[in-house]
């Protein structure tokens, strides 16, 4: 089986939905009637499926946007192309006729020619006598399953009810006429039953059979026009009834229409949502909390900060206080900026009502907001050390799960972490790490078990990820300094740092050009501390890069992350001063532990961004007649913009030395994938 | 030391000040260089690559220079056998201590001998072999002295991409298996021994698979382009003329060792129209080229070659004018190396002959390779299939995980 398609599709209804779907949609109470549907009968048991494909399908049926083509390989795996692509197709349409009982009866008339314990595996459902609402939603996606599986004779029965599919689809709203006319033949097609190819079949139907398979035989195109314009009108349609016909449980053939209405206004939701076999449900809720939490791992890139409901919502929660700043730029709102410096006192003042944050959470989150605690490694360190202090100092009434409990516990402390300053990926990572070591306790552990392995476990991916990672990457850095180089590096990078204390041990001659930038001067901690090794220094601003530029051998940059497309998101003015290096040819050594790869794409420094105090940028040492825009807060017409992180595009970098080597910036997401797998990075 | 710019003049004078000593050791040794190079007897210069010994002893073109090599390899012969025999003494010796004689190096040189056989290939025999007359005992042992060979075997020629790729891609192909965990050791030992055996099929069998995919390449009516004499490339071509495909050949000279030449031989025997360029005309034929194939001394991480001296131009003007560039290569070629630049490689020294005496204080370039860039590739045709240059450290992570 394919292994790594099969997760994705359990994970992605949340994803793709998000667009085409009434959003907050009720999950109406479904009969006892409706169980196992397709995902009953699929993910029942996946020895008995004889197709890698078929749990994709069916766990893509219950994902499918109506928007979405399914992939081809569905349709074209098995003996059935063309068909069993409509049938997909119809799958992803809103348009639903009713089935009858009749119809139900005749769907019947094939069971006797296959395996039946297959065959009641999946329809169980269909044969109990109370399970009135099955439409032809459900029937051909039963039958696209089964087609696939026991490509024999039901697959030949199969186009005869894509076809009516077909037509009821372009029936559109008027499904009152079409679910009568969609039994009937289907009765009809049944009997006629053969092994025939789908394609060669039917030249017994009424004569809607036959208009209805010319014109799908014709361009698909036209085809999905048709479809969405079915689509289309059904959701109008749907609109005008308001939800009216939610929870008619009546027979659908009794009140078509009214049925028809109901599931146009929500597509899927009785496939998502409908009781059914309770052990995929429970997997699938597993799942969707697994993928819930996940998402909340990252360092918030959903929260627009232009999206006044959801940032008042979010304020409600927080704990810090934050102002916000006035003058900002049109182009970073999405991005949260506050007034810098009123959140500490605030703090200060609320110590002792924050009882459910861990005093070390506290002081870390402190730490963040003064800036006392800065580097991509140096506050994720912190952060874990907390968090293992949190766990220590943890206890829980016996009543309830430690599972539950401490992820709710490490959520409640990542949130406050996150007001205090956005998480930075590395720090993403290192929690996903934290969560699954979590979720994977086993439940017969006793709480000092249990504390006992966290504990160690976070002992383990600071010694791990960061501490032996960065030896590694220095030992294979080092291998790339000769003698008589000269090397460039920008801002205070700590693997940078240790790379060239550590070649300077090894006696290797070579000189360091200190490129630094404002506000922050980082650089000037590094010039001190190397120039006190007794190494030859240049000390000078961005500004002069290209001047400087000349001179340089190398240039070795840190990163706060490593982006799947290779880019690079660094302290600002780190693209440039990549641009300017590969303009000069000077080969780019970007130093960065795997664990702050990330799976995500960044082609911009817009999108994903921390913006700093506005303050610092406009302040100038040397006395107040420097500052002529001391004021600036009051001026309508002026913003300042303090970005903290920029995007180097791959094509800059030459290398990026981690400790699983030095790779091509083309090859993070081999090491994304090869290590994620393994579960040894996350 | 290599300098970028004016400033480092300066830098050198003081530091020249500051070290003389320093200084002097490499003006004598600048003054040394003059008296070696015009002497056609390449049999002093102690630092000449091995691997392009074998190669020239492979493929040299029978010519007035190469008699005159020739001559200087009789004397030559004098000091080799000098040298073999301590190795395999060494060898010997290391493997009499198991209780029976047998020589890595010398299976290596046994079947490296064969003209048409890679290094590194003879390097997985040697390798294979030597598991199977291994006498450990446990699995430990037969790891650290497979460890040993291997090592043995990559000192012989440390200039030598593709035979240490080799080794190591033995090593990593062989011991990364279940079968250390059996509890028998026989069993254990049969497993690895089938491995290797497997891994060597692999190896001799990667060039007709490179022929079979890279002649796909080949159409009708197109003009290649072709540097050095590789013999993946060769076998590419075969292929394709045996297909019946009508193409045309331009190879270059091929200068120092005149490879291209002997490449020309084969094609012209083959009934392919086949031109010889100088090396220097690149550029000029550029425009008439619809690609350009040439093999590879290693490939590395960045997905990047390393090459006959050349290549790296040639790619260049083949970039400039968009015309594509592929490359063939086994994959038992693929090392773990990452050159940022040309001078980032320990430099495979080789000699060159002018044919008139070189002017006293004139410096001679002798390395024999270059590093091309992998945005100057288009493809790489290997056993694995054919790969964009990212690709190749996809594999090799895979590899050495």
Known sequence: ?682 | MWRRSASFVLDKRQLAQASPPHQQILLSSDDMEPNNLPNPNPSTDHGISAYYQTRAEHHAVVTSDWLAQAQAAVTRNAAVPEVLPKIAATGGSRAAGSGKAFSVIDEFNYWRKKPDLAEAVAAIMALAAFIRSSEATTMMELEIELKKASDTLKSWDTTSISLSAGCDLFMRYVTRTSALEYEDFNAAKLRLIERGEKFGEISLKARRTIAMLGQDFVFDGSTILVHGYSRVVLEVLKLAASNRKMFRVLCTEGRPDRTGLRFSNELAQLGVPVKLLIDSAVAYTMDEVDMVFVGADGVVESGGIINMMGTYQIALVAHCMNKPVYVAAESYKFARLYPLDQKDLAPAIRPIEFGVPIPSGVEVERNARDYTPPQYLTLLFTDLGVLTPSVVSDELIQLYL
Request: charged share 25%; glycine share 6%.
């Open chain 1, 1 to 682: 089986m394919d292994s790594r398609r099969l997760p994705r599709t359990a994970v992605d209804p949340k994803v793709r939905r998000v667009g085409f779907f009434t959003s907050g949609e009720p999950l109406p109470a479904r009969s006892q009637s409706f169980p196992a549907e397709t995902g009953g009968s699929t993910t029942a048991d996946g020895g008995m499926m004889s197709s890698t494909t078929t749990p994709d399908l069916s766990v893509g049926v219950i994902s499918f946007s109506p928007v979405m083509i399914p992939p081809p390989r569905y349709a074209s795996a098995d003996g059935l192309p063309a068909l069993g692509r409509a049938a997909a197709t119809v799958t992803t349409v809103s348009a639903y006729s009713p089935l009858s009982p009749l119809r139900r009866d005749a769907i019947q008339l094939p069971v006797g020619s296959f395996n039946p314990s297959e065959y009641m595996q999946g329809t169980s459902a269909m044969l109990s006598p109370s399970s009135s609402r099955f439409d032809d939603l459900d029937f051909s996606e039963e039958v696209a399953c089964y087609g696939k599986k026991w490509p024999g004779k039901e697959v030949a029965s199969f186009p005869g009810s894509s076809d009516e599919m077909m037509m009821a689809v372009r029936g559109g709203g008027n499904a009152l006429s079409m679910s009568a006319l969609t039994t009937a033949s289907v009765v009809k097609t049944l009997p006629g039953v053969t092994a025939k190819d789908g394609g060669t079949f039917i030249e017994s139907q009424n004569e809607r059979v036959g208009p209805a398979r010319s014109q799908k035989q014709k361009t698909t195109k036209a085809e999905r026009r048709a479809l969405q314009e079915a689509q289309r009108a059904a959701k109008s349609a749907a609109k005008a009834a308001g939800e009216g016909g939610k929870h008619s449980a009546a027979s659908s053939s009794g009140a078509p229409t009214n049925a028809k209405l109901d599931k146009g206004a929500r597509p899927h939701s009785q496939n998502k949502d409908g009781p059914e076999d309770t052990a995929t449900a429970s997997e699938k809720r597993a799942d969707r909390n697994l993928d819930k939490d996940r998402k909340k791992d990252f360092p918030h890139p959903s929260l627009q900060f232009d999206d006044k409901n959801r940032v008042e919502k979010a304020k409600r929660r927080a704990v810090v206080y934050q102002f916000e700043a006035r003058n900002r730029v049109e182009l970073f709102r999405h991005l949260p900026q506050y007034e810098y410096g009123s959140q500490l006192p605030y703090l200060e003042s609320k110590f002792f009502h924050l009882d459910h944050i861990h005093p070390s959470v506290y002081q870390v989150g402190m730490q963040y907001i003064s800036g006392s605690t800065s580097g991509g490694n140096a506050r994720c360190k912190e952060m874990l050390l907390a968090f293992r202090m949190a766990i220590m100092d943890y206890s829980i009434s016996p009543e309830k799960s430690v599972v539950r409990d401490l992820i709710s516990k490490i959520n409640s402390y990542v949130s406050f972490l996150i007001e205090c300053r956005p998480l930075s990926v590395n720090m993403g990572n290192a929690i996903r790490f934290l969560k699954n070591r979590i979720l994977k306790l086993h439940h017969n552990l006793s709480e000092s078990e249990a504390k006992y392995i966290l504990i160690s476990d976070i002992d383990r991916f600071i010694n791990e990820k960061i501490i032996v990672a960065d030896k590694v990457i220095i030992s294979h850095a080092v291998a790339k300094i000769r003698d008589g180089d000269v090397l460039l590096v920008y801002g205070h990078s700590t693997v940078v740092e240790m790379i060239i204390v550590h070649a300077l041990e090894l006696g290797k001659q070579f000189r360091i050009v200190i490129v630094d930038s404002r506000p922050k001067f980082e650089g000037r901690r590094l010039l001190r501390k190397l120039v006190m090794k007794g190494i030859s220094c240049t000390y000078t601003h961005i500004n002069a890069i290209s001047y400087i530029m000349h001179d340089v051998t190398r240039v070795f940059l840190g990163a706060s992350s490593v982006l799947s497309n290779g880019t690079v998101y660094a302290r600002v003015g780190t693209a440039c001063v990549a641009m300017v290096a590969h303009a000069f040819q000077v080969p780019v050594l970007i130093c960065c532990e795997a664990y702050k790869f990330h799976e995500r794409f960044l082609l911009d420094s817009i999108c994903s961004n921390e913006l700093g105090d506005p303050d610092v940028i406009i302040n100038v040492h040397g006395g107040k007649d420097l500052n002529p825009l001391a004021k600036w807060a009051d001026n309508e017409n002026l913003q300042l913009l303090n970005l903290v992180y920029d995007a180097t595009p791959s094509d800059y970098v030459s290398m990026i030395v981690t400790e699983h080597g030095m790779i091509p910036p083309t090859s993070v997401p081999v090491i994304i994938r090869e290590y994620e797998r393994d579960q040894l990075v996350f």
